[in-house]
């Protein structure tokens, strides 16, 4: 077994050199071509403050390429590429959506197989190469700490339907994903089920989870359903809120990076692509207090550590049927 071993070794590290010199090779054939083409095109919903930064420490690796930012709410941005393409136009080289896996379909991205993909947990990545993960936002429901202590704080779903908790949680109105999520993970007739009894606690309605959270650390309700990122941000800027991390599944919605099917400058948008993806940009990614979709990058808090908690990624599927979905919760609710 030794001698096998010792003859083995050399192998592999013959092997990891040679993968080591391709990718060289490749980033070097992809910096020439950027060169030539010195100009990029990044669509995205990622906030401002988030997608400036990344933009700028991209342009500071590579001054050469010009880029240009369009960024834009999801529903717009998404409409907006929809009309576009349908036109002929093809405006865009890179694109950032948290819906991106609508645009398989359409065939609007083209798979590309960004080199350190493997530093991915599979839930955070296309199989065939259409997109990467840059950042995850997990929704999760958070209780404002001066109204209710962590030992009463709901532990999971079934929690939420006793009696003490009508009139007592804010609920985004939107989360259409969320509950077609639930249903590919719990089977149709438990989840409808389940959010008729939850309809029957009367939750409160708002638009976005970023005023969900605000909310709750306002004090406004003691339960909030929030992306956990944000409650964490709010600890450490001394609001009195908390996230709970027992529920399963915890629905998972992806920001990923794609390559245009037909982008005007492809070596630009893969650089692009290969730097938000790698170490340095996911390190950026939590510094501006995201959850890096890269599992070797540690969020800011522990307790955000993918590996603890039990993650459901939105699946294609559910996006593919959002209308549907968007119908029938708006039903159950009374929307």
Do not use: C
């Not at 997109?131 to 999971?156: E, H, I, Q, R, S």
């Not at 999520?181 to 029957?200: C, H, N």
């Not at 794609?258 to 692009?272: C, D, I, Q, R, V």
């Not at 790698?278 to 207090?289: D, P």
């Amino acid at each position: 077994m030794r001698l096998v071993l010792q003859f083995l070794s050399p192998l592999i590290l013959i092997s990891l050199s040679l993968v080591a010199n391709l990718h060289a090779q490749s980033q070097s054939a992809l910096i020439d071509g950027a060169k030539k083409e010195g100009k990029l095109v990044w669509y995205t919903s990622m906030a401002i403050d988030t997608s400036k930064p990344v933009l700028d420490a991209f342009e500071k690796e590579y001054p050469f390429i010009k880029s240009e930012l369009v960024r834009a709410g999801e529903e717009q941005l998404v409409n907006r590429i929809f009309s576009e393409t349908r036109a002929g136009l093809w405006a865009f080289d890179a694109l950032s959506t948290s819906s991106i896996a609508t645009m398989i379909e359409r065939k609007i991205i083209t798979p590309y197989f960004a080199p350190e993909r493997d530093q991915f947990m599979d839930q955070f990545k296309d199989p065939q190469g259409y997109w990467t993960g840059v950042f995850v936002n997990n929704l999760v429901l958070a209780y404002n700490t001066k109204m209710l202590a962590a030992k009463d704080a709901p532990k999971d779903y079934a929690d939420l339907l006793q009696p003490k908790w009508k009139g007592q949680m804010l609920m985004d109105s939107t989360d259409y994903d969320w509950f077609g999520t639930l249903i590919t993970v719990w089977g149709r007739e438990k989840t409808v089920k389940y959010m008729q009894q939850l309809a029957k606690q009367d939750p409160l309605w708002r638009r976005g989870h970023g005023l969900t959270a605000q909310l709750v650390g306002a004090g406004e309700v003691p339960l909030a359903w929030a992306y956990n990122f944000r409650i964490e941000r709010m600890k450490r800027e001394g609001a009195p809120v908390e996230w709970i991390e027992s529920f399963d599944p915890i629905v998972v919605t992806i920001s990923g990076i794609a390559l245009s099917s037909k982008a005007s400058h492809p070596n630009t948008a893969k650089l692009l692509i290969n730097f938000a993806t790698s170490r340095k940009g996911q390190e950026m990614i939590r510094e501006m207090r995201r959850i890096p979709a890269r599992s070797d990058v540690k969020p800011v808090a522990a307790k955000m550590d993918q590996s603890k908690l039990k993650l459901k990624a939105v699946p294609k599927e559910v996006y593919s049927g959002l209308d549907d979905y968007a119908r029938e919760f708006r039903k159950i609710f009374g929307l």
